[in-house]
């Protein structure tokens, strides 16, 4: 079997995503694997990648072999959801930053719920394909179709994540703006990448399928699209500032006391606090008591002035 068309994009993904990988992988350690980085999940896409494009060379000694197309089908259905993740995961460290400064960032609740949504699409995704006898049978069948309606659900949820992070814009870090760049630059780009699976799982358009049909469609409207998301998220993460983990919804509003002022401030206030002003005496009891008392030492001394 010859090298074709389709196989020269699997060579390109592999030029393209081995370097992105160990990118991706330094960013991780660099940032820090939490919940707001967002670059393990380029991490996860580029290895699926990788491993796609390699099972799909392998067919050229191994034309007949089902389970290197069905694992092929399976790293290439799979990407979508690492791809909306790691979207979700800018946008959430732009909405630590808000809270930084503001104390008033969305609900992290909102970010987990549409992350949620991608995982059970991927799940569906890969339950599809695993379950079917060809690539072509799992691409057409029901939990497919599921997936990538989950995906498009999840993609309108990060749309408006995107919308309510920008009405609060101004209250982000210096810096940290170029995260909301990096998703407004990705939203389209993985609109068109799950609008060309649904024309081929759902409409069933044959020139759409990534399997047999056109190949130049599936560069402009697939393998271009994830290339330049990938490029652009990673692109700007090379530009931003280690932050340090930030717990959601804590005060960072007060201003931090050294120990030694603080320490020194309680005792002159305890000192204070010892002396007795009018003649006040001290008196054990309750609160009921203790007012009580103030009220008669107070009545004693506007008596004797």
């Known amino acids: 079997m010859t090298i ?21 992988l330094w960013m991780a350690f660099h940032h820090g694997f939490t919940r707001s980085s967002g670059w393990i999940f380029f991490v996860i896409f580029s290895l699926a990648r990788i491993i796609g494009s390699c099972c799909y060379l ?6 007949t072999s089902i389970d290197l197309y069905v694992a092929w089908a399976v790293c290439t259905s ?39 949504i991608t995982i059970v699409g991927m799940v569906l995704g890969i339950v599809g394909q695993t379950k079917s006898t060809s690539p072509t049978e799992g691409l057409y069948n029901s939990k497919t179709k599921a997936a990538l309606v989950l995906y498009l659900i999840a993609w309108i949820g990060l749309c408006i994540l995107l919308l309510l992070i920008s009405l609060r814009y101004q209250k982000i870090e210096a810096g ?6 990096a998703v407004g630059v990705s939203i389209p780009l993985l609109f068109v990448r799950i609008l060309y699976s649904l024309l081929s799982a759902v409409a069933r358009k044959p020139e759409f399928s990534f399997l047999n049909g056109n190949v130049t469609i599936q560069l402009c409207m697939s393998v271009l699209e994830e290339i330049v998301t990938v490029f652009v998220c990673l692109g700007i993460g090379l530009t931003l500032a280690v932050r340090p983990t930030f717990e959601p919804f804590q005060q960072t509003n007060a201003q931090e006391i050294p120990a030694s002022e603080s320490q020194h401030d309680m005792s002159g206030m305890q000192h204070e606090s010892a002396k007795p002003e009018h003649g006040y005496k ?6 009921i ?17």
Not at 96 to 116: E, M, N, W
């Open 78 to 116: 799979i990407g979508i959801s690492p791809l909306t993740w790691a979207c979700i995961g800018l946008l959430s460290r732009a909405n630590d930053s808000i809270q930084r400064t503001s104390g008033h960032a969305l609900h992290p609740l909102l970010f987990k719920v549409t992350g949620l």
């Open 282 to 287: 001290k008196r054990r009891g309750g609160p």
């Open 58 to 63: 392998a067919t050229i000694n191994d034309p």
């Open 176 to 181: 940290e703006h170029r995260l909301v760049l």
């Open 289 to 305: 008591s203790q007012l009580v008392g103030l009220a008669v030492d107070e009545i004693n001394y506007r008596r004797q002035k």
């Open 4 to 24: 074709d068309y389709r196989h020269g994009i699997s060579i390109l993904e592999l030029i393209v995503y081995f370097p992105t990988l160990f990118t991706a």
